[in-house]
């Protein structure tokens, strides 16, 4: 069992275990860095199991730990044969699993209270564990918190929202159903995660007395017999803020249980449906976007820019949820056409202290290029890279941006090509 008794000091830290962290941690491990994992919830994978989601996006191209982890889900028939559509408990054991075998001492319910910087360097950053305050020290760190919170606490720079307004994507709470009709559940098609086109949940849902904050309410059938539910958006509320997060926690959970009592009365065998779960924690779309060497533009998804630096190709469209209920309440994307596109390394290496990286939804980029690059499979991506990068840095007593790039991707196809 790895646990983070033994040293107060290694090569790489990475803040936060969501599926970028856990990707970032594995990474820098197995390229034989010392590296440590903290996570605040009772669990690794983030949104992947704390939070419920359920469905991983734009993995199909990536090989690597995205791979392996669909792997190990798969051996525990966790995962459905036609989409990444998962059992969140398994998901649970095979991160665990996977992180305790790169020998990464883990370290869950702590957070990252602040950083200690000394000129353009991180040097500490301080935890607030269950036993105290407590100190650990690194050479090179990973920015996995989704919020940014371990760059923001350091002092880099950041944009947040929509540069219109600073409105941000809403929250959403996920939760777990038993008793969906069988033939509901059979419904779920290859092209399409849901079990019901939207708009005829919406209908039902409505036709049983209930309006849905999210107006493309969503079923996804999944491997355990149970079904996920995403049918809240909690607007105008911000993800960096203990009191908006518990406002929208209780609004959120409110509403899945009168989303259930709305499904029990709809008309067919429906009224057996019975809420298991709420999410441990809400889901955030978006926090802080980390100012790095590159930003990531909405003209990038639509050019589908090319960079010498790649790490991933993104090929998951802009996904704009409304931020608020007057622009409709589903999906306010803005009316261009994507591309896939590269992801450089630049956009997660940090422009304000140099020995700091970031992976998942916290790199650099825009609003709208953000939307797209969000999901899970560019998550696991950038946390490879971001890894790879800070595990080679540390051991090498380099900047993260002084490293050859070349080094850095012979790392990375090692990993996707030959994976443990
Ligand atoms: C409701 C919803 C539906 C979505 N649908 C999909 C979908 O169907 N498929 C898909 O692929 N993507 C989807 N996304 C997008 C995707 O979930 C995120 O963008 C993705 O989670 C990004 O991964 P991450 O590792 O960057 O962040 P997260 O999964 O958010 O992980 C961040 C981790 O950091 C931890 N943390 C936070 N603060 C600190 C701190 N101060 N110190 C230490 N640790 C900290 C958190 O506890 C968490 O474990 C959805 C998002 C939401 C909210």
Same mark, same amino acid.
């Given at each position: 069992?790895?646990?983070l008794?033994?040293s107060?000091s290694?090569?790489?830290?990475?803040?936060?275990?969501?599926?970028?962290?856990v990707?970032?941690?594995?990474?820098? &491990? +197995? =390229? %034989?860095?010392?590296?440590?994992?903290?996570?605040p919830?009772?669990? @690794?994978?983030?949104?992947? !199991?704390?939070?419920?989601?359920?469905?991983?996006?734009?993995?199909g191209?990536?090989p690597?730990?995205m791979?392996?982890?669909?792997n190990?889900?798969?051996?525990?028939?966790?995962?459905?044969?036609?989409?990444?559509?998962?059992?969140?408990?398994?998901?649970?054991?095979?991160?665990?699993?996977?992180?305790?075998?790169?020998?990464?001492?883990?370290?869950?319910?702590?957070?990252?209270?602040?950083a200690?910087?000394?000129d353009?360097l991180?040097?500490?950053v301080?935890?607030?564990?269950?036993e105290?305050?407590?100190?650990?020290?690194?050479?090179?760190?990973?920015?996995?918190?989704?919020?940014?919170?371990?760059a &923001? +606490? =350091? %002092?880099?720079?950041?944009?947040l929202?929509?540069?219109?307004?600073? @409105?941000?994507?809403?929250? !959403?709470?996920?939760?777990?159903?038993?008793?969906?009709p069988?033939?509901?559940?059979?419904?779920?098609?290859?092209?399409?995660?849901?079990?019901?086109?939207?708009?005829?949940?919406?209908?039902?849902?409505?036709?049983?007395?209930?309006?849905?904050?999210?107006?493309?309410?969503?079923l996804?059938?999944?491997?355990?017999?149970?079904?996920a539910?995403?049918?809240?958006?909690?607007?105008?509320l911000?993800?960096?803020?203990?009191?908006?997060?518990?406002?929208?926690?209780l609004?959120?959970?409110?509403?899945?249980?009168?989303?259930?009592?709305?499904?029990?009365?709809?008309?067919?065998?429906?009224?057996?449906?019975?809420?298991?779960?709420?999410?441990?924690?809400?889901?955030?779309?978006?926090?802080?976007?980390?100012?790095?060497h590159?930003?990531?533009t909405?003209?990038?998804?639509?050019?589908?820019?090319?960079?010498?630096?790649?790490?991933?190709?993104?090929?998951?469209?802009i996904?704009?949820?409304?931020?608020?209920?007057?622009?409709?309440g589903?999906?306010?994307?803005?009316?261009?056409?994507?591309?896939?596109?590269d992801?450089?390394l630049?956009a997660?290496?940090?422009?304000?202290?140099?020995?700091?990286?970031?992976?998942?939804?916290?790199?650099?980029?825009?609003?709208?290029?953000?939307?797209?690059?969000?999901?899970?499979?560019?998550?696991?991506?950038?946390?490879?890279?971001?890894?790879?990068?800070?595990?080679l840095?540390?051991?090498?007593?380099?900047?993260?941006a002084?490293?050859?790039?070349k080094?850095?991707?012979?790392?990375?196809?090692?990993l996707?090509h030959?994976?443990?």
């Open positions: 069992m790895s646990s008794s033994s107060s290694y090569d790489v830290i990475v803040g936060g275990a969501g599926p970028a962290g990707a970032g941690a594995m990474a820098a &491990a +197995r =390229a %034989g860095a010392s590296v440590a994992l903290i996570e919830q009772n669990a @690794l994978g983030g949104v992947w !199991t704390t939070g419920l989601l359920s469905l991983i996006l734009d993995s191209n990536k690597g730990i791979d392996e982890i669909r190990r889900l798969r051996a525990r028939s966790a995962v459905a044969d036609h989409r990444d559509l998962y059992d969140a408990e398994a998901m649970k054991i095979v991160l665990d699993e996977l992180c305790e075998e790169a020998g990464i001492d883990i370290l869950l319910h702590s957070k990252i209270s602040e200690v910087v000394s353009s991180i040097t500490e301080i935890l607030e564990c269950k105290g305050r407590r100190a650990i020290s690194a050479r090179c760190f990973v920015d996995c918190t989704g919020d940014g919170d371990l &923001a +606490r =350091a %002092g880099c720079g950041f944009d929202g929509r540069d219109k307004d600073g @409105l941000t994507q809403p929250l !959403t709470l996920m939760a777990l159903l038993a008793g969906v069988e033939e509901i559940r059979q419904q779920n098609q290859k092209t399409t995660a849901s079990c019901l086109p939207k708009q005829s949940f919406l209908e039902m849902l409505q036709a049983s007395g209930f309006e849905p904050s999210y107006r493309h309410p969503s996804f059938a999944l491997p355990n017999g149970l079904c539910l995403m049918a809240n958006h909690q607007y105008e911000s993800a960096l803020n203990s009191a908006d997060l518990t406002k929208a926690t609004q959120a959970r409110r509403e899945i249980h009168q989303t259930v009592d709305a499904m029990r009365r709809i008309p067919g065998d429906w009224r057996n449906v019975r809420l298991v779960s709420t999410a441990a924690h809400i889901g955030i779309r978006e926090g802080r976007r980390i100012h790095g590159y930003r990531i909405l003209d990038d998804v639509i050019q589908g820019t090319r960079h010498p630096d790649a790490i991933a190709r993104c090929t998951y469209g996904d704009v949820h409304s931020p608020n209920l007057k622009e409709g589903a999906i306010s994307n803005p009316d261009v056409k994507s591309l896939p596109y992801i450089p630049r997660l290496i940090a422009r304000d202290r140099d020995n700091l990286l970031m992976a998942g939804r916290c790199i650099s980029g825009d609003f709208d290029a953000h939307s797209s690059y969000r999901v899970t499979g560019n998550a696991v991506a950038t946390g490879e890279a971001a890894g790879i990068t800070a595990a840095a540390a051991l090498r007593d380099l900047l993260p002084q490293l050859p790039f080094d850095v991707l012979e790392q990375l196809k090692t996707r030959h994976p443990s």
